[in-house]
């Protein structure tokens, strides 16, 4: 049971990248699943996150309006759109499955309650 992420690189500041989370071993069904970024010295983030019961999604204020949470539940793929990047932006990006049992606004920030962690995509933008 794993999710990985990829889509990751390097783009300068205004630009767009799309990552993607590919689940191996098990289906989203009665998941949701969350992306969090991790930039050095920095504690992990929650970023984004969308349920698989009624699609539901949520956004940090730091990327709302600019990066969009979606999935393909029969390709068991959740895509995380990336557009107006910024410096800030920078990190390790990972996605993670938690059972959807709390309000995204919640769930989002119970890290511990997430597991199948990839190993993450580095994203990095550029001034």
């Known amino acids: 049971v794993q999710l990985q992420a990829s889509g990751g690189g390097l783009v300068q500041a205004g630009g767009s990248l799309r990552l993607s989370c590919a689940a191996s071993g098990f289906s989203f069904d009665d998941y949701a699943i969350g992306w969090f970024r991790q930039a050095p010295g920095k504690e992990r983030e929650g970023v984004s996150c969308i349920s698989s019961t009624d699609g539901s999604t949520y956004y940090s204020e730091s990327v709302k309006g600019r990066f969009t949470i979606s999935s393909d539940n029969a390709k068991n793929t959740v895509y995380l759109q990336m557009n107006s990047l910024k410096p800030e932006d920078t990190a390790v990006y990972y996605c993670?499955?938690?059972?959807?049992?709390?309000?995204?606004?919640?769930?989002?920030?119970?890290?511990?309650?997430?597991?199948?962690w990839g190993q993450g995509t580095q994203v990095t933008v550029s001034s």
């Open positions: 993670a499955a938690a059972p959807d049992i709390y309000p995204l606004r919640v769930l989002v920030h119970r890290v511990s309650d997430f597991g199948s």
